[in-house]
């Protein structure tokens, strides 16, 4: 934890030095180096790109969008692990001897659940019953007679309970059986029968908190990083910037750029909150990495990464066709049904354990595949070559989309005066004059 | 070589509408041409379709006998109509990512950029956005815009549009010092007066088609004759009143107005005025491009 908490100090100090900086700073012609340049892409369409990743970041915005995700992912991981904590020491008070092999098998017992054990010696059995009471203890052995608790069906170690209860009965019985040492020794060594689990039994399932986690976090990005496409798209027309930026380069150079730029911002606030879950739950021990949950947290950022690519293009295309605050109500909410219907579906797969027939279909359809893949990685219910294949139609479909798209900015983009008819922007009507 | 653009035939129909209408005239670059046309005319039409904005029906533009092309175009400078700035972005910051898209390099975007600035009086306001700016102020950083770039051809809509009288001295001034510079320089206006005073030569253009085309001087003395007569006593300019071929345009204290046919002669008309008393003012009259511009156009 306290790693973590040196990383947020050093974090919070740079951020505090770049912002002394540029006040410091005269004019920001002269103070920032190198402003349009992206290291990977060039040309204008870098340009654009670097403007967008340049102020999106500095927009307030997005420094507090990031700072309520990330409290609100660690609140989803602490506050879970620190209640699992305070539940799970079990506290066992005994009432006369307990011998140190039946001490030690409790305690064995009780760390398989994941439970510390802690024994407290009482007096006499009317005290013991006032600690139960009181809440100090959770329950008390009296000697080799009785399990004394305050209500074994609310008790939230119900089942250990009954296991310690289960442990001192066979002992007493082995004692009254006037067994040998050795005979004694083998029952009380003896195992269990081998499970066989008829699925992989070499990988444990994902707790269900990291895959409902990475669904909040696809859904939330999806729709902010969209909306921010659909509104940038839509005040570049408003403000008539775009006759401006379409007089030097070509409309495919400046969508390119934009999509890129904002998706980069999106991909990389959605790293630094995977990141920060990684980190912060490894440190506090949270099970949310449990099992399969790191390729989990991967196939977050492939999928996020997919859907972005899918819908950016479409809500670029959508935002060419807007030029009011008022209008982007009516073309953003019927593209968001696909990912409202897969973000419940898969919560509700999730949810139950069971993939159905129905979030199987969504997780090979490119608008619902972004939502429905992660929740069937989440279950093991998808094998490798399902999950390559799902890409490779989204990859396909996010192509096909994009040519669409851009033929549609292209025709909406500069027709000013109202929203373009869909008939006009899919180039069904000649466009009339502007 | 002096660099021209030379636009042909150039036609783009909206539905029933004909925005352009077979429209074609020349630019010289080193002058600084007026563009001018009623409401509609169709002059934002021609100078999108300078830039590639829209599609054209038929028609070819064309520099120094090259068709335009994406390269090409970067090495113009375009301010629109409704002025086109990201209203939340800084000035410097703007400035600098036009240049760049311009083909600037980066140091040489951000050093246009604080020289204009300063050139216009904004050097202070560079860390500012530009919806904190005032509309002349605006006005002043989209020109900046189409500046940066040392262009090789101007195309500003409306420059002037909503300036006051010192926001109209420092940009009348840019023009004509980046015409004389051998830059081509063409630019709408309404404000016929301000472009008589600024440019050498105009296209005026009405319903899609070239109307007329020339410099300022050969429009203002081409065309009917004018004069102005001043005959001392006669105050409503009766003497001329009855005369062949000669109308009276306007009277004013005493000045006569007047505008001859083709077949009137100015020598019969100074002999009326004479013979009506002592002839106080006997001028050959210039047609203001006003004129120029409603005669064309009506």
């Known amino acids: 934890m306290r790693y973590v908490l040196y990383a947020v100090l050093v974090v919070v100090a740079l951020v505090a030095a770049r912002r002394r900086r540029a006040r410091a700073s005269s004019t920001p012609v002269e103070a920032r180096r190198a402003a349009y340049e992206m290291p990977f892409v060039r040309g204008r369409v870098g340009i654009v790109a670097a403007r967008e990743v340049r102020e999106r970041l500095r927009g307030r915005m997005f420094r507090v969008g990031t700072v309520l995700i990330l409290a609100v992912v660690a609140a989803a991981i602490v506050i879970p692990n620190l209640h699992h904590r305070h539940a799970a020491a079990l506290r066992v008070g005994v009432v006369g001897e307990l011998p140190a092999?039946?001490?030690?098998?409790?305690?064995?017992?009780?760390?398989?659940?994941?439970?510390?054990?802690?024994?407290?010696?009482?007096?006499?059995?009317?005290?013991?019953?006032?600690?139960?009471?009181?809440?100090?203890?959770?329950?008390?052995?009296?000697?080799?007679?009785?399990?004394?608790?305050?209500?074994?069906?609310?008790?939230?170690?119900?089942?250990?309970?009954?296991?310690?209860?289960?442990?001192?009965?066979?002992?007493?019985?082995?004692?009254?059986?006037?067994?040998?040492?050795?005979?004694?020794?083998?029952?009380?060594?003896?195992?269990?029968?081998?499970?066989?689990?008829?699925?992989?039994?070499?990988?444990?399932?994902?707790?269900?908190?990291?895959?409902?986690?990475?669904?909040?976090?696809?859904?939330?990005?999806?729709?902010?990083?969209?909306?921010?496409?659909?509104?940038?798209?839509?005040?570049?027309?408003?403000?008539?910037?775009?006759?401006?930026?379409?007089?030097?380069?070509?409309?495919?150079?400046?969508?390119?750029?934009?999509?890129?730029?904002?998706?980069?911002?999106?991909?990389?606030?959605?790293?630094?909150?995977?990141?920060?879950?990684?980190?912060?739950?490894?440190?506090?021990?949270?099970?949310?990495?449990?099992?399969?949950?790191?390729?989990?947290?991967?196939?977050?950022?492939?999928?996020?990464?997919?859907?972005?690519?899918?819908?950016?293009?479409?809500?670029?295309?959508?935002?060419?066709?807007?030029?009011?605050?008022?209008?982007?109500?009516?073309?953003?909410?019927?593209?968001?049904?696909?990912?409202?219907?897969?973000?419940?579906?898969?919560?509700?797969?999730?949810e139950s354990g069971h993939a159905s027939l129905f979030i199987r279909i969504l997780a090979y359809v490119p608008p619902t595949a972004p939502l429905a893949m992660p929740a069937l990685v989440g279950l093991r219910a998808v094998t490798w070559w399902a999950f390559a294949l799902s890409i490779l139609v989204s990859l396909l479909a996010t192509l096909g989309v994009a040519r669409f798209a851009a033929g549609v900015y292209h025709r909406a983009i500069l027709r000013t005066g109202g929203r373009v008819p869909l008939r006009e922007a899919l180039a069904l009507r000649r466009t009339r004059a502007t | 070589m002096t660099n021209e653009l030379n636009v042909r035939g150039l036609a783009r129909r909206f539905g029933a509408l004909k925005a352009l209408d077979d429209l074609s005239f020349d630019l010289r670059a080193g002058h600084v041409v007026g563009f001018l046309g009623p409401n509609g005319a169709g002059?934002?039409?021609?100078?999108?379709?300078?830039?590639?904005?829209?599609?054209?029906?038929?028609?070819?533009?064309?520099?120094?006998?090259?068709?335009?092309?994406?390269?090409?175009?970067?090495?113009?400078?375009?301010?629109?109509?409704?002025?086109?700035?990201?209203?939340?972005?800084?000035?410097?910051?703007?400035?600098?990512?036009?240049?760049?898209?311009?083909?600037?390099?980066?140091?040489?975007?951000?050093?246009?950029?604080?020289?204009?600035?300063?050139?216009?009086?904004?050097?202070?306001?560079?860390?500012?956005?530009?919806?904190?700016?005032?509309?002349?102020?605006?006005?002043?950083?989209?020109?900046?815009?189409?500046?940066?770039?040392?262009?090789?051809?101007?195309?500003?809509d409306e420059p002037l549009a909503g300036l006051d009288p010192s926001g109209i001295d420092t940009i009348s001034e840019v023009l004509v010092e980046r015409a004389r510079s051998g830059c081509g320089v063409l630019f709408s206006s309404h404000q016929l007066d301000q472009v008589e005073n600024l440019c050498e030569s105009v296209v005026i253009i009405d319903h899609g088609h070239l109307v007329t085309a020339g410099t300022v001087d050969d429009l203002a003395t081409s065309g009917t004759q004018r004069l102005i007569v001043r005959v001392e006593g006669d105050r409503d300019a009766n003497w001329a009143r009855g005369l062949t071929g000669v109308t009276i345009s306007e009277v004013t204290g005493g000045e006569a107005r007047l505008v001859l046919d083709d077949d009137a002669d100015s020598d019969v008309v100074l002999r009326a005025a004479m013979s009506a008393g002592r002839v106080v003012e006997f001028a050959t009259r210039r047609r203001r491009l006003s004129e120029v511009f409603r005669e064309a156009t009506t």
């Open chain 1, 101 to 350: 092999n039946l001490r030690a098998q409790i305690t064995r017992d009780a760390r398989l659940s994941g439970d510390a054990t802690i024994f407290t010696t009482e007096p006499n059995v009317a005290r013991a019953s006032a600690q139960i009471t009181n809440g100090r203890v959770d329950l008390v052995i009296v000697r080799d007679e009785r399990v004394v608790v305050g209500n074994i069906a609310t008790s939230p170690h119900a089942a250990e309970i009954a296991q310690i209860a289960q442990v001192l009965g066979v002992a007493r019985a082995l004692a009254s059986a006037h067994l040998s040492a050795s005979q004694i020794s083998i029952l009380e060594h003896a195992g269990g029968l081998t499970i066989t689990s008829l699925r992989h039994a070499h990988v444990k399932p994902t707790d269900v908190g990291t895959s409902v986690i990475g669904l909040i976090l696809i859904f939330m990005i999806l729709q902010q990083y969209n909306t921010w496409t659909l509104i940038g798209v839509m005040e570049e027309k408003s403000s008539r910037v775009i006759e401006v930026l379409l007089a030097t380069l070509r409309p495919i150079q400046l969508l390119t750029g934009k999509v890129l730029g904002i998706g980069i911002i999106a991909f990389a606030q959605a790293t630094l909150v995977v990141g920060f879950a990684f980190v912060l739950a490894k440190s506090v021990g949270s099970s949310m990495l449990r099992g399969a949950a790191p390729v989990e947290l991967v196939s977050i950022l492939i999928w996020l990464l997919l859907g972005y690519a899918f819908y950016s293009w479409v809500y670029a295309a959508a935002g060419s066709m807007t030029e009011r605050q008022d209008q982007i109500q009516a073309v953003a909410l019927p593209l968001s049904v696909p990912l409202i219907v897969s973000y419940i579906a898969s919560l509700t797969a999730v």
């Open chain 2, 43 to 156: 002059k934002t039409t021609t100078m999108r379709a300078i830039f590639g904005l829209l599609e054209l029906d038929a028609g070819t533009i064309t520099w120094n006998g090259q068709p335009l092309d994406a390269a090409q175009r970067r090495r113009f400078g375009y301010m629109p109509e409704e002025r086109g700035l990201y209203p939340s972005m800084l000035i410097g910051d703007q400035l600098e990512y036009l240049g760049r898209l311009h083909q600037m390099s980066a140091s040489d975007a951000r050093a246009e950029a604080k020289r204009w600035l300063e050139r216009f009086g904004l050097a202070d306001r560079a860390t500012h956005k530009v919806e904190s700016l005032s509309h002349g102020n605006q006005q002043r950083v989209q020109l900046a815009a189409a500046l940066l770039h040392d262009p090789e051809l101007l195309v500003l």
